[in-house]
């Protein structure tokens, strides 16, 4: 069976435990929408939800300690993407929490759109910096 994460070469950091962590997430995003697909509960895809939000904090701090750590120039602007990207997940969970949205497909969609711009665009300059320190 072909590898869904072959096609996903724009998304590539080159870094191992970038790119697995990033694969983790994309594997979150597709179990979200298989269950948004399925119709589950509102506690289900709350769960997920919130499984999204912890790992995803968790990688973002892992990210933002590596670029401290070698001097990253553009990191404010980086950490800055990651707290919207945080506060935007924050809001979508309350959102649903509070029962103020149609749980539909787009929430899996915006989510992976949220997270696929920032690894394509803010991920992928970082890890060439990275790369370049001897990563
Ligand atoms: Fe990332
Ligand atoms: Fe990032």
Known sequence: MKD????QEPFSTD???ID???RMISDII????????????RENILKLLRGYMDYGNNHRAMEEEMMKK???P???RHA????????????LYKR???DNLIISQEIGKCIKDWHDCHVEIQDRAMALFLKEKGL
């Not at 597709?30 to 509960?41: D, E, G, M």
């Open 20 to 22: 697995e962590q990033h």
């Open 96 to 98: 649903v929490s509070d």
């Open 74 to 76: 553009d990191l404010s």
């Open 80 to 91: 800055s993407d990651h707290r919207e990207l945080k506060n935007n997940m924050e809001n």
């Open 4 to 7: 869904p994460w072959e096609d």
């Open 70 to 72: 070698n001097g990253y």
């Open 30 to 41: 597709n179990l979200l929408s298989i269950a948004v697909k399925k119709n589950k509960s």
């Open 15 to 17: 870094i191992p435990v």
